[in-house]
């Protein structure tokens, strides 16, 4: 929960989604989702879903494992990266937006 209410509060430095914050509070309540499972939680299509994905953990603000299903096959489960380790990737994204400034 704590990971949620950061996340809102830096939303606009971060150029974060309506979809993306979905998929955080739909993490925040469970630890661990498939993408079938997010996608059936915020409504939205799986494959909307896989896109946001990828850049929610390019921005470091989730984690994924390999889950082997029922049915022998291999598939990824979510959930938020740690406050801190939110905070630092924030803090790598600010001294980047600063740096890219001084250039200009």
Not at 9 to 15: A, D, E
Not at 18 to 23: F, G, P, R
Not at 54 to 68: F, T
């Amino acid at each position: 929960m704590e990971q949620l209410k950061l996340v809102q509060r830096v939303r606009p430095i971060l150029g974060l989604s309506k979809t993306d914050l979905a998929i955080i509070s739909s993490l925040s309540y469970d630890q661990k989702l498939l993408v079938s499972e997010i996608a059936s939680q915020t409504h939205r299509s799986k494959r909307h879903i896989c896109d946001r994905l990828s850049l929610l953990l390019e921005k470091g603000l989730l984690e994924r494992e390999l889950h082997i299903l029922h049915n022998k096959r291999v598939a990824y489960r979510y959930s938020l990266s740690s406050t801190d380790r939110i905070t630092e990737r924030l803090r790598e994204h600010l001294l980047q937006a600063l740096s890219d400034l001084d250039t200009v």
